[in-house]
């Protein structure tokens, strides 16, 4: 079997991520300027790859996130399984000292190996590996597709990573991301290999709003 590529990239950014209000699989926003701008910087960068196929999750900001390739004419896919975690009754809600509590005491349970604790009302990492396997499943079987894009969310993707790269799935922290940030691994057959490891470079161009620290941790994780 020739090499796979797969170029996975986290979605540009929302308001939401912006203000630093939970999103989740619940919560279907939009980009804002700056998220417009970084899926326009990541197309101008990557437009020239020539991608066989495009997958996204069902969500808005993904799909609008890879847009132009989508306009270009390259086919393409939404799949659940590459949806976010659900952050369950903490979906739409400001980050309040609590809620940024409550969700740091999660993930501590995360990294000691409790990946089966559920946020309240929504999902555990285990449940977001279960649908990913099934979504990664379907987009490798089809060995045509030589080169492919991969549109997901912030934990989804360091749960994807997990996966692909035989990482236990408590150390999913491992794998930082930014919006628009990306990941490319080339897949031989047997094992993957990372050859873009949260890439940036696209987006040097990119003018970010100012935040606070506590609203930039939580646009890392909770996408």
């Given at each position: 079997m020739s090499t796979k590529?797969?170029?996975?990239?986290?979605?540009?950014?929302?308001?939401?991520?912006?203000?630093?209000?939970?999103?989740?699989?619940?919560?279907?926003?939009?980009?804002n300027d700056t998220?417009?701008?970084?899926?326009?910087?990541?197309?101008?960068?990557?437009?020239?790859?020539?991608?066989d196929k495009v997958y996204t999750s069902t969500l808005r900001r993904t799909c609008e996130s890879v847009q132009q390739f989508i306009d270009q004419g390259v086919p393409y896919e939404m799949l659940e399984g590459l949806n976010e975690i659900s952050w369950g009754l903490r979906e739409g809600k400001e980050i309040t000292p609590e809620e940024d509590a409550y969700y740091h005491w999660m993930l501590q349970e995360w990294k000691r190996g409790n990946t089966f604790q559920r946020i309240e009302g929504g999902e555990s990492p285990d449940d977001v590996l279960k649908r990913q396997k099934v979504a990664m499943q379907y987009m490798m079987k089809n060995e045509w597709e030589?080169?492919?894009?991969?549109?997901?969310?912030?934990?989804?993707?360091?749960?994807?990573?997990?996966?692909?790269?035989?990482?236990?799935?408590?150390?999913?922290?491992?794998?930082?991301?930014?919006?628009?940030?990306?990941?490319?691994?080339?897949?031989?057959?047997?094992?993957?290999?990372?050859?873009?490891?949260?890439?940036?470079?696209?987006?040097?161009?990119?003018?970010?709003?100012?935040?606070?620290?506590?609203?930039?941790?939580?646009?890392?994780?909770?996408?």
């Open positions: 590529k797969i170029y996975i990239i986290r979605h540009g950014q929302t308001d939401f991520n912006l203000r630093g209000i939970v999103q989740g699989s619940g919560v279907n926003s939009s980009l998220g417009r701008a970084q899926a326009n910087a990541f197309f101008q960068a990557y437009q020239h790859i020539g991608f030589k080169t492919v894009l991969i549109c997901m969310h912030g934990r989804a993707l360091r749960i994807l990573l997990c996966q692909l790269l035989n990482y236990p799935l408590h150390s999913m922290d491992t794998f930082e991301h930014q919006n628009l940030s990306l990941y490319q691994l080339d897949y031989t057959g047997s094992i993957f290999a990372v050859k873009r490891h949260n890439d940036t470079s696209h987006l040097t161009q990119i003018h970010l709003p100012n935040e606070t620290e506590s609203v930039a941790r939580m646009q890392r994780s909770v996408s």
